[in-house]
């Protein structure tokens, strides 16, 4: 079956470190791939998406994404981050090309700490 | 301003007693779709709609209904709501140009005791 893993339940930096969250999916061909970041209480804000072409994609806030076939990952990083990046991330892959048929990780909660 | 938007924001009812919460887009898009989010879980698609009259089931449409009867609204319809129906739910929408970005809904809360 299908399915998207985002192995961190939780993540503590500090602020003003780097930050790595990690996205593994499971499927046959290139699938179109998302990464939303949700604040507490909020909806769910688009940070950059991949569909071909260039595999390090930038987004939103500083973010970007690198696409590795061969491992089948869209690994979300940040150089350096700031107390208002503390939110829950969400990776998400269509898997039907374009048709909307979208699977979304179980999400990773980042806590950054002054 | 562009916006998807769902009715009602908050909503307590019992079991059994039928709802509908309404979601609505004003950017003429083609594809709608409806999420449920519970800790733990991420989002997960009940059903999504590719255009007027064309809908399918998504990975968790056991216990939902929808319709898609005119292309700016996707109402999500629970016939018999269940405690474990409870959950935060989202509706989604994006056109068939641009890649693939989908337009979130603030999200209606549902409790159903």
């Known amino acids: 079956a299908q399915s998207v893993t985002q192995p961190d339940i939780h993540i503590t930096v500090s602020e003003g470190a780097s930050l790595e969250l990690r996205c593994n999916y499971s499927?046959?061909?290139?699938?179109?791939l998302f990464w939303y970041v949700q604040s507490p209480g909020q909806g769910l804000q688009l940070l950059l998406k991949?569909?071909?072409?260039?595999?390090l994609v930038q987004g939103i806030k500083g973010f970007e994404a690198e696409f590795k076939r061969s491992q089948s990952s869209f690994n979300l990083r940040k150089p350096s981050v700031h107390w208002s990046d503390a939110a829950e991330y969400f990776c998400?892959?269509?898997?039907?090309?374009?048709?909307?048929?979208?699977?979304f990780g179980t999400g990773t909660k980042l806590q950054v700490i002054p | 301003e562009a916006q998807v938007t769902q009715n009602p924001r908050y909503l307590i009812t019992v079991t059994g007693k039928k709802l509908t919460v309404t979601c609505s887009q004003n950017?003429?898009?083609?594809?709608m779709s409806w999420y449920r989010q519970d800790p733990g879980l991420g989002l997960r698609q009940i059903y999504y709609?590719?255009?007027?009259?064309?809908?399918d089931k998504g990975d968790v449409p056991e216990g939902y209904k929808v319709s898609r009867k005119e292309k700016r609204n996707f109402p999500l319809i629970l016939e018999s709501p269940s405690p474990n129906q409870t959950s935060l739910y989202f509706c989604?929408?994006?056109?068939?140009?641009?890649?693939?970005?989908?337009?979130f809904g603030p999200g209606t809360r549902l409790t159903v005791t």
């Open positions: 991949y569909f071909s072409g260039d595999t």
């Open positions: 499927y046959g061909a290139t699938p179109y």
């Open positions: 709609s590719m255009n007027v009259e064309v809908t």
């Open positions: 950017m003429n898009h083609e594809y």
């Open positions: 998400a892959v269509d898997m039907s090309g374009g048709y909307q048929k979208v699977t």
């Open positions: 989604a929408s994006r056109g068939l140009q641009g890649e693939g970005e989908q337009y």
